[in-house]
């Protein structure tokens, strides 16, 4: 989070598993994407009234 308002999300992952029994395969998976996150309970001052609840929105783009 740059400040209690707005962040930036990186997210980077692996994955793989393979099948060697019928037909035998290997697959393997990457992932990464951005986002950017806003606290959108603090912009719309949800502390005005509740102490409990807080919103975070997030969107971005990400490849597989």
Request: no cysteine; glycine share 10%; net charge positive.
């Amino acid at each position: 989070m740059f400040n209690n308002r707005f962040g930036v999300r990186l997210d980077l992952g692996y994955s793989s598993f393979k099948d060697e029994t019928s037909f035998p395969f290997k697959s393997n998976y990457y992932r990464a994407s951005i986002e950017g996150i806003v606290n959108v309970g603090d912009v719309l001052r949800f502390k005005d009234w509740t102490n409990r609840f807080n919103l975070l929105m997030h969107g971005g783009i990400g490849s597989a």
